[in-house]
């Protein structure tokens, strides 16, 4: 196979990983001829790499920070154990303050009705620094939680940085989830403060959220404040209550951005699991964990910097809009787009990244399945000669999708196919401007991450599908689970399988290059006749077919000792299940994943069920088609369909 992508002596020599190689090699007396033997050292020696990336990046400490890496145990690693720092800082500092005019934006926001506006760097830190007095006015302190309901726009952004800069700590979700989702998550950190808006739109349908906003209001009855975002179709209510505020009176005046240093671990923010199939599990990161992780993948991976503009279509509900925020700390300006990405036309993204000089653009497998059956060229559509980098995350990218993206976007535009996790709010395996790119592989190892696939008994392998496993930890590695005060659900999630290894729960095979193809997760394993197998290899043969809509597949064992392996398919419009249909699906499994891999039954499906953040519904619908009572296998506020369970029900 021949990559479809590979650096030139250019993209090498501007590279910021480049630079920091020869930082390295210079620190410590070594010859790195490549990135390979710079991730090899990375994870041999992790607590100089991460002592590197900390000194790259001058990363700031109010005290003496310690040894990188004082204790390696996992779980339990600690790293900087003197360090008081706070990332709000670092977002605001700038290492290179002359480069960076205060009146250039750092954040553009748009909406689905074509409204934009900038928000500069000086205004930026200027509402930040009065969001942050208003919560000092109102008793929030250290620790305390302040929790957003808020759509994809610029005032989320200063949410999170107000709550970081005086060490409360953040959690948020997207309005899309109703209010007693939304209390199943951010109900449960018992809040003091609740910043939110009354409404928002997407897919040309305005949704407001008063009714929600006062049903979330009485769920957290320890709130001392509720900060409410108007919008163009609906005011903020007066109320008369004095705990009550409009955003711009809390973001009124002029004060110093006074950020508070804490501990390395003190944490920043909750991020939330699925929730599918039990409560949501609320993951607490820290300051020092995030900084660093972040600047690592942002600078060293995707290649940002100041002039960059990045955009990762995504919403608060999602990690990726944590990381999206955090293209701040490497003075990058940060797209927020408050819509659906195909609305009013599938192309909307693209053109977006064309209108706004976009060098990063982040979005899903899903949504480039779209731009090709759609038959959009956005190489031809729009100008996008500023485009570097397309991100690819979600789920896996199959490889005639990669394909098209170089071909419909550009040559020169690498295709950065990526994998991580909420858990560690990065990715474990990714890309570097430095490396070529394989269709449907994902090129490199993250730096100092120790990613491997275990076989059931823990061993190695290579060229056949394993278990994701991290052997070394990462900073970022969650600090704890909110209410798990003796840390076992933390334990059992991660450490249980392999102990001292972190198990991630994906099956993924390593190339005889070090690339990596990822298979699903492992936790909707097929097993057929013994022989483990994932589902994103049926995927991306079927949902290939132009007929196809969106494709599900599910391994049931059945109390008989039977096993049942049925694909379910959501069509095309006018489009009908023959026999001649199913054969060619049946032919594109076995062409593109194997025999083994072709199901015992095709049927056609009115639509499939998601996580609120595009995941497939594969375990819980598991679970439904072995008889167990939908309303026990999956909480219905936590998908995005809620209705197609009773239907997937009448298939059991």
């Not at 007693?180 to 739109?201: I, K, Q, S």
């Not at 320890?222 to 900060?227: M, N, R, W």
């Not at 001292?500 to 990596?516: A, L, M, Y």
């Not at 639509?607 to 008889?627: A, C, D, F």
Request: aromatic letters at 8%; a negative charge.
């Amino acid at each position: 196979m021949q990559p479809q992508w590979v650096p030139t002596e250019a993209d090498i020599e501007r590279a910021n990983v480049t630079r920091f190689t020869r930082f390295v090699e210079q620190r410590h007396g070594l010859i790195l001829p490549d990135y390979r033997a710079l991730w090899q050292w990375s994870v041999e020696h992790p607590g100089e790499f991460w002592q590197a990336v900390w000194d790259t990046f001058e990363v700031v400490s109010h005290t003496d920070p310690g040894p990188a890496l004082a204790d390696a145990s996992m779980p339990g690693a600690v790293w900087f154990p003197g360090a008081t720092l706070n990332l709000v800082e670092h977002v605001f500092r700038g290492r290179d303050p002359e480069s960076r005019d205060p009146q250039s934006p750092a954040v553009v926001h748009l909406d689905e009705a074509g409204n934009r506006r900038e928000t500069s760097w000086a205004e930026l830190e200027r509402q930040t620094a009065a969001l942050a007095a208003t919560l000092r006015a109102h008793g929030v302190e250290k620790g305390d939680r302040v929790v957003g309901y808020l759509p994809n726009i610029s005032e989320a952004v200063v949410a999170l940085l107000a709550t970081a800069s005086i060490g409360a700590v953040w959690a948020g979700c997207g309005q899309d989830y109703a209010a007693p989702a939304a209390l199943d998550r951010l109900g449960r950190l018992e809040p003091r403060v609740l910043v939110t808006a009354t409404g928002y739109r997407y897919s040309g349908r305005r949704h407001d959220r008063l009714d929600e906003l006062q049903r979330l209001r009485e769920g957290m009855p320890g709130l001392a404040l509720t900060v409410v975002v108007p919008t163009e179709e609906t005011p903020v209510p007066d109320t008369g209550d004095p705990t009550v505020l409009d955003w711009n009176d809390a973001v009124a005046g002029d004060h110093s951005l006074d950020t508070l240093p804490v501990p390395f671990d003190h944490p920043l923010w909750v991020v939330f699991s699925s929730g599918t199939t039990g409560p949501p599990k609320g993951l607490v990161h820290g300051h020092g964990g995030v900084l660093l992780e972040h600047l690592k993948a942002l600078s060293l991976h995707l290649d940002l910097g100041p002039g960059d503009r990045f955009l990762w279509y995504t919403s608060p509900s999602w990690m990726m809009w944590n990381f999206l925020v955090s293209g701040l700390l490497v003075g990058s300006t940060i797209v927020t787009y408050d819509g659906a990405p195909s609305h009013p036309d599938v192309d909307r993204l693209w053109r977006i990244a064309a209108e706004e000089g976009v060098t990063v653009l982040g979005t899903s497998p899903g949504y480039v399945l779209a731009c090709i059956k759609a038959g959009v060229v956005p190489r031809t559509d729009h100008d996008l000669t500023a485009l570097r980098t397309v991100g690819v995350t979600g789920s896996t990218l199959p490889a005639p999708s990669s394909l098209w993206l170089s071909e419909n976007v550009g040559e020169r535009v690498q295709v950065a196919s990526i994998s991580g996790g909420t858990d560690v709010v990065s990715a474990f395996v990714g890309a570097v401007p430095t490396v070529p790119v394989w269709p449907g592989e994902i090129s490199v190892p993250c730096l100092g991450v120790a990613v491997d696939a275990f076989d059931a008994d823990g061993k190695p392998v290579r060229g056949e599908v394993g278990e994701l496993v991290v052997t070394v930890p990462m900073p970022s590695m969650p600090v704890r689970f909110w209410h798990d005060p003796d840390g076992s659900r933390y334990r059992d999630s991660y450490f249980s399988a392999f102990p001292g290894v972190w198990r991630h729960g994906d099956w993924i095979s390593i190339t005889e290059r070090g690339s990596f193809e990822m298979h699903g997760r492992s936790d909707s394993t097929l097993n057929r006749h013994g022989v483990r197998m994932g589902s994103a290899d049926i995927y991306q043969a079927v949902e290939s077919l132009p007929e196809i809509v969106e494709a599900l597949v599910l391994g049931v064992e059945l109390p008989d000792g039977t096993y049942r392996m049925p694909l379910f398919v959501v069509l095309a419009d006018g489009v009908t299940l023959d026999e001649d249909l199913k054969e060619r699906i049946r032919a594109a499994v076995r062409e593109h994943a194997s025999p083994r891999h072709v199901p015992d039954e095709i049927v056609a499906a009115p639509g499939v069920p998601h996580t609120r953040t595009g995941k497939k519904l594969e375990v819980p619908l598991k679970r439904i088609l072995q008889g167990a009572d939908p309303e026990r296998a999956v909480d219905r506020t936590a998908i995005d369909a809620p209705e197609l369970l009773d239907w997937y029900r009448e298939q059991a």
